[in-house]
């Protein structure tokens, strides 16, 4: 029951926080100078047909009935037509949405896992040269840019040994005919190798240090004596008994880093000529194109909140404290 | 105790190095100062008649590398002049909206690409510089508004006689190269790439490069592998060619549609879908369709299509077209293949701005598709798969990742290719290893100095060069003081070291420009004309001349009761 009252509690907020937020990204947007006919300015657009452009999009009128409009349309669910692309914004961020999906989620979850074990097992053998050299390496590879790891990559096992593509999604040429044969071949996994493991190595190190710091504070409680006092074998109460506890706040991290993996890697995209949502929210925010702009950043903003309840209520769950308080 | 030491060791240090820095600008001041003062100068000169901050944009140096070294390059001469100048960097759209559309400005450049329809220089002469293009979103950016060479450009516009039009030409060029409201700094070499051992018979144009339609109708292929890969920068964006807006999609809209007359690579018109053309008076074009040519799906090209598109395009108001047609009446049908265009005024460029733009549309498919979608609903209709009637067919097109054209083997004029494979680059680096690594055969962007070193590692890569005959043009706001005084305006031009800009920032690929009509327009350029090229002596006198003054500081003054002088008699 309490923890039922919990939930409902959060969705509320949840509601109101995507509010707001709506109505920011409606008027940040429109506040930039501009407007996406000046991007196409020098490709000769007399004033009546940048006239007429503007008219089509729905700019002509004042903001704050392009704003009811907005809301409108968003709750029978229409989030408008991109203006770059002539067709729904919705349709647009889906492909790209797709492919940094599976790009993304597959590279965190690799990070986490490598992360957390890693970081469970330097905080076991805490303040041993294995620890030491194990936390200065983690640093490094936090502070590495993606873009500088994915350049190496590609000038080795691209253009040096020549046995990965050097970016895209496929072999220039590759046809297909559904999402199934899209995903699943050779080909695309090929494709996909290097620009997860750029990312994966970018993401690595903050679960890594984030479970070994959790992990130093459940070694010291009583309980984790206690265990030892039983006479349990250290393997049993490393995994039993401190990684799980020790597991919480690396929840907390997973579910931002999931979240904000939908906006896409910018970087890494552009390294890798990778079609995902990030190289496009540039585009949409250069060419000042509202509605791709809009769209995508409301997306991010539903799945960070999203992935963000999905830790609280798992939170609930595995430590019934939270929901009590 | 250590630490307190160590801090207190910071802080002088960081004082010495303030100290320094503060000591090594009032030098550099003083060095500037000295040059230009005037010392015979006794006159008290007054706060308010000096003459006011320039204020100038550039672009960031990853936008564009060329406009922000250039600018710097520029506003240094500008200072030594003894000018205030405010240098502001810009992300471009918002440069563009303040500037270009709201004439907000004091001074930026842009870069003006040369596209095949401005090789009739209609574009840089008339609605660049004619006094009613100078309101809010018009093209005449700098605001030049001069009654003797309006009257030129009304009869340039309206005169069909082409030797008649290139005599008024070589006038507006002679009035613009001296009045310099917005003078033409260099045209750049478009420096291109193909695979030589792959494909042969490339042709470039004056300021499309490798896009050029005719580029992709003539290449031939050396291997089986007859299908093209072309590399570019970023992916179209959509292709409905009513409310297209960017280039790179109307190259590819030109390669499934066929308009009824080209432009071809000299600049010349030449018959397309229309058999011939005859110019009947100024008003009346009469056109003869060819009989032979046939929609991709399989259904005949007909004049009824012809007019359907014309017509289509003023009842939507389709942007695109509209900006095309503005002169055109009516269109109406005589005979099974003719048909004779009225325009509502004598219109000069109609051809070369107009007709040579506008892709006949299938009646058959979009007449079905404005009954069920409506006016505002067909200009927002993907156009997928796209039906033209042009040597190229749409495959297939994965956004930001791929696009094929099949070729279309009953075309009047059939590409020797089999296809065209276009591939985006998220950035040029890609395309320049895409290229040395064979994953494309060809590309239409702009290679740098430090690109080809890669490319000429590689024997089969080939690399071409044309000038464009567009150019990176100096914007000045004549709307604003002191641009509007001509002696200014001139000075600061002379001050603008095209040589080093061509040597430094373009590494010698670029060639100074001092006409609005490039030189390697042979048919249109002016080559009499006053060539105002670097020469700070001649700006200082220019300036002198017009009785400027400098105080002790090497800061300019207007003369004593001045009146700005707009152009020059």
Redesign the interface.
């Known amino acids: 029951m309490r923890i039922l009252k919990y939930i409902s509690k959060r969705v509320l907020m949840l509601i109101i926080t995507m509010l707001v937020l709506i109505t920011i990204i409606f008027f940040l947007f429109r506040i930039l100078p501009g407007n996406p006919v000046s991007m196409y300015i020098d490709s000769g657009l007399d004033r009546e047909s940048q006239e007429l452009l503007l008219k089509h999009y729905g700019l002509d009128k004042p903001y704050l009935q392009q704003y009811i409009i907005y809301l409108k349309n968003l709750i029978k669910g229409d989030l408008g037509n991109s203006f770059q692309y002539g067709k729904p914004a919705i349709e647009v961020i889906y492909e790209r949405f797709l492919n940094t999906m599976i790009l993304m989620l597959t590279s965190i979850i690799i990070a986490f896992a490598i992360g957390i074990t890693t970081g469970a097992v330097l905080a076991w053998k805490r303040g041993t040269k294995f620890d030491l050299v194990g936390t200065i390496i983690a640093l490094i590879v936090r502070c590495i840019p993606a873009f500088w790891t994915g350049m190496i990559l590609l000038s080795v096992f691209s253009y040096k040994l020549n046995i990965l593509p050097a970016g895209g999604m496929h072999t220039p040429g590759h046809e297909f005919e559904n999402i199934i044969q899209k995903f699943l071949n050779i080909d695309f996994l090929k494709h996909m190798i290097l620009p997860t493991i750029t990312s994966a190595f970018y993401s690595l190190a903050t679960p890594l240090l984030v479970m070994r710091t959790s992990m130093l504070e459940v070694v010291k409680e009583d309980y984790i004596e206690m265990a030892y006092a039983k006479g349990l074998k250290e393997k049993y109460i490393l995994n039993k008994h401190a990684v799980r506890t020790a597991l919480l706040p690396v929840i907390t991290i997973f579910a931002v880093q999931a979240g904000a993996a939908i906006g896409g890697a910018v970087l890494i995209e552009t390294v890798f000529r990778w079609p995902g949502m990030g190289r496009e929210i540039v585009l949409a925010v250069s060419y000042r194109d509202y509605p791709l702009a809009q769209a995508a950043f409301l997306l991010i903003g539903v799945m960070t909140a999203l992935f963000n309840l999905i830790a609280d209520i798992l939170y609930a769950f595995l430590d019934p404290r939270v929901a009590l308080s | 105790m250590t630490k307190t030491r160590l801090l207190l060791l910071l802080f002088v240090f960081l004082m010495v190095f303030n100290f320094s820095a503060c000591t090594k600008t009032e030098e550099t001041d003083q060095v500037n100062g000295s040059q230009v003062s005037e010392p015979e100068d006794t006159i008290e000169l007054k706060a308010e008649e000096k003459v006011p901050t320039l204020e100038f944009w550039i672009t960031s140096q990853t936008y564009d590398s060329i406009r922000y070294e250039a600018g710097l390059m520029i506003s240094d001469a500008w200072k030594k002049l003894g000018f205030d100048v405010d240098v502001k960097t810009m992300?471009?759209?918002?440069m563009?909206?303040?500037g270009?559309?709201a004439h907000k400005h004091g001074a930026f450049m842009?870069?003006?690409?040369g596209?095949a329809?401005r090789i009739d220089p209609f574009?840089w002469l008339y609605?660049m510089h004619y006094s009613e293009e100078s309101?809010e979103?018009?093209?005449n950016i700098a605001g030049y508004k001069n009654m003797r060479y309006d009257k030129l450009a009304d009869e340039f516009t309206t005169i069909m006689d082409t030797s008649i039009r290139k005599e008024k030409s070589n006038k507006m060029q002679e009035l613009l190269a001296s009045d310099v409201p917005q003078p033409p700094i260099v045209h750049r070499m478009l420096t291109q790439v193909y695979n030589k051992d792959r494909f042969s018979n490339v042709m470039p144009s004056m300021g499309e490069g490798l896009y050029s339609f005719w580029n992709w109708i003539n290449i031939e292929p050396l291997t089986d592998d007859a299908?093209i890969?072309f590399g570019a920068v970023?992916d179209i964006?959509?292709l409905?060619p009513l409310?297209t807006?960017?280039?790179q999609d109307?190259y590819i809209l030109n390669l499934i549609y066929d308009t009824l007359v080209k432009i071809d690579i000299k600049g010349q018109i030449v018959p397309w879908l229309a058999e011939s053309y005859n110019v009947i008076d100024d008003e009346t074009i009469e056109v003869t369709l060819r009989d032979d040519v046939k929609f991709h799906d399989g259904s005949p090209l007909t004049v009824e299509d012809v007019k359907f598109t014309f017509d289509f395009a003023k009842e939507v108001?389709a942007?695109?077209y509209?900006?095309k047609i503005?002169a055109l009446e009516s269109v109406e049908i005589l005979g099974d293949n003719q048909l004779v265009f009225k325009l509502s005024e004598p219109f000069a460029p109609f051809m070369s701005n107009g007709l040579s733009l506008v892709g006949i549309l299938p009646k058959h498919i979009w007449e079905s598709q404005y009954e069920e979608l409506g006016a505002?609903g067909i200009?927002?209709?993907?156009n997928t798969p796209t039906i033209g009637s042009g040597p190229f067919k749409f495959n297939?097109w994965?956004?930001?990742?791929?696009m094929?054209l099949d070729t279309n083997k009953e075309h009047f004029s059939n590409p020797k290719v089999d296809g065209i494979?276009r591939?985006?680059?998220?950035?040029a680096y890609?395309l320049v290893?895409?290229l040395?690594?064979g994953?494309?055969d060809i590309t239409g962007q702009n290679m740098l100095p430090l690109d080809l070193e890669e490319v000429d590692k590689v024997n089969s890569l080939q690399t071409i060069d044309i000038a464009d005959q567009g150019s990176y043009m100096l914007h000045y706001n004549m709307r604003k003081e002191p641009f509007n005084d001509v002696n200014v305006r001139r000075a600061l031009t002379f001050a603008v070291p095209k040589q080093a800009i061509v040597d430094v920032i373009f590494g010698g690929r670029a060639l100074k420009a001092f006409s609005v009509v490039g030189e390697i327009n042979e048919a249109w350029h002016n080559p009499n004309i006053e060539k105002i090229d670097y020469d700070m002596e001649q700006a200082r006198k220019e300036l002198q001349n017009a009785g400027f003054r400098w105080d002790e500081n090497g800061k300019i003054y207007y003369p004593e009761n001045y009146v700005p002088l707009e152009y020059l008699d």
């Open positions: 992300e471009w759209t918002t563009s909206a303040e270009m559309s842009v870069q003006w690409g596209k329809e574009h609605t309101a979103g018009g093209y299908i890969k970023n964006k959509l409905n409310t807006t960017t280039g109307i108001k942007p695109y509209l900006s503005k505002e200009l927002s209709w993907p297939y994965r956004p930001n990742e791929e094929m494979l591939i985006p680059y998220a950035q890609g290893q895409a040395v690594s994953e494309i």
